[in-house]
């Protein structure tokens, strides 16, 4: 009764928490598999997020095995901290205090994010900053409300404004064209940055897919070795079933 309990208060935040979002997230079709993604994904967390966040329940060389990254490409071009071992964790060396003053809170490890807030939530979360004046660093975001992060990715993706705007509903058979309708509180893209909306998309797909291989490094691994159980439980059954049968044959 005790377990039963716990689990219901450690299923609750999470219920709560997605009730309260209220907004629709856009789906992550998360790929372990494709190493291209995965090192991409690692080149922009270690050029634009690690700066302030952490990985330090994750190493280095244990990324570099599983993204197929050779040492050298990985020590000269991902690990910027000189002094750290290769086998170092990922940590960072702003301090918590300094964090703390700087942004109000101190940025938290991104080791684990993918599984407490979902890639369809980071996903959606990294596309949908929009300037707001009255925010301390210029920008607010639908998904996470009044968010203390500054939008670090802007130079990329651009300045996204949240007001009317039109939006894509369908397409004309006749002619082909896209047919738009006036929405209000809608993101649109007022000054473009370097990258194109389809490849900053590509960008935030790559970056949350490492993301969520960083959750759980070992996860292509339990699937392969799942179908494998799932087999030797399939074979195991047979001689169960026959020594079921041998062990009640005398007493019906």
Not at 148 to 159: E, F, N, R, T
Not at 164 to 172: I, M
Not at 214 to 243: D, K
């Amino acid at each position: 009764m005790k377990t039963l309990f716990a689990l219901i208060a450690a299923l609750i935040p999470a219920v709560v928490m997605a009730s309260s979002e209220g907004v629709h997230l856009d789906k992550h079709l998360t790929d372990l598999t494709d190493k291209a993604s995965l090192q991409r994904g690692a080149k922009t967390f270690m050029n634009y997020c690690m700066g302030c966040h952490s990985m330090e329940h994750a190493r280095f060389n244990r990324m570099a095995r599983d993204l197929d990254i050779p040492e050298e490409l990985m020590l000269e071009n991902l690990v910027f901290d000189t002094d750290k071992k290769f086998g170092a964790l990922a940590t960072i060396a702003m301090r918590t205090e300094d964090s703390k003053v700087w942004f109000g809170a101190a940025p938290p490890d991104l080791t684990l994010v993918a599984r407490v807030r979902r890639p369809d939530w980071l996903y959606t979360y990294l596309r949908s900053f929009y300037v707001d004046p009255t925010r301390p660093w210029g920008v607010n975001n639908t998904v996470f409300k009044d968010v203390g992060m500054p939008h670090v990715l802007a130079d990329l993706q651009g300045l996204q404004h949240k007001g009317t705007a039109p939006v894509a509903v369908g397409y004309d058979t006749l002619t082909g064209q896209e047919i738009t309708e006036e929405h209000e509180d809608v993101l649109y893209l007022a000054e473009p940055g370097t990258l194109s909306v389809k490849e900053y998309d590509d960008l935030i797909f790559d970056l949350v897919n490492f993301l969520t291989y960083s959750a759980e490094p070992i996860a292509v691994e339990r699937e392969r070795l799942g179908w494998w159980v799932l087999l030797f439980l399939a074979i195991f059954l047979v001689p169960v079933y026959m020594l079921n049968k041998e062990y009640w044959r005398d007493v019906h």
